[in-house]
């Protein structure tokens, strides 16, 4: 039986502490959360607020679910696109393992130099990175995070495959069967109808703004990409269904996203 968590992507406009809230009511294990701006302009308004995070860290203790990550960290060619220490000081607060990491520069040697470097700043909270490829980014597929996260050569580093971004960047749940299973402590999942490749960066990001179904509905191969991961993988339900970023009644979305993710995994 895997352990299951709730992203926060799922019901990205909820507050976080109505997300762990929801989380702990379906049934989750472990949730995460977006503490950084979103480019629509959605800010939750933890960092930096005292009292804030300190009244989540009560609703976290309270409701016994772990926390998996928080996001997220872009890396440019000028480095982190924002001060990642508060970022850090959250996780670390908050109990956090990783915080999502993203790689938007293009110089391939300035990029892992860069990862190196911020992975040495989060161990110094006790913090992980995982890095997200997805076809929008300069990490486009699995093969382009993994090379990155070995060659920065930090323990705390990983790489976070989503079945969405692994389909639309041309790949197939068996590529993951050619990289260390340390790699891959946990992968997000959704479903999605078609089962190819997307034309172009501009469609990828759209439909994975826009476009994800349940994890058990939809054509992309699901099962097989649970199958692929390690055993011990925590299984991150990164479902935003159309009209749901801030649902009516967070505890439902959360039952029924976490009873599709347990038909999709056949547990």
Known sequence: MHQYSLAHLSMIETAPIEVVRAAASAGFDLTGFRLTPTASGIDHGIIGNGAAIRELKAAIDDSG????????????????????????????????????????????????ESLALLAEQAAEYGIGLSVEFMLFSSAPNLAAACEAVEACGAPNVVVLPDVLHLIRSGGTPDDMLDYPARLFPYVQICGANGTGAAPDAVTARTEAVN??????????????????????????VETPLAGLGNPEDPSALAADLLASAHSAAGE
């Open 65 to 112: 679910v772990g926390i998996l990550d928080l996001e997220v960290l872009r890396l440019k060619d000028t480095g982190p696109t924002s001060d990642p220490l508060p970022l850090f000081e959250a996780a670390e607060y908050l109990g956090a393992r990783y915080v999502i990491t993203t790689l938007e520069d293009p110089d391939p040697v300035r990029r892992v």
């Open 211 to 236: 476009a994800r179904l349940m994890p058990d509905q939809g054509d992309l191969p699901v099962s097989e990409f649970i199958e692929c991961a390690p055993a011990s993988t925590i299984l991150s």
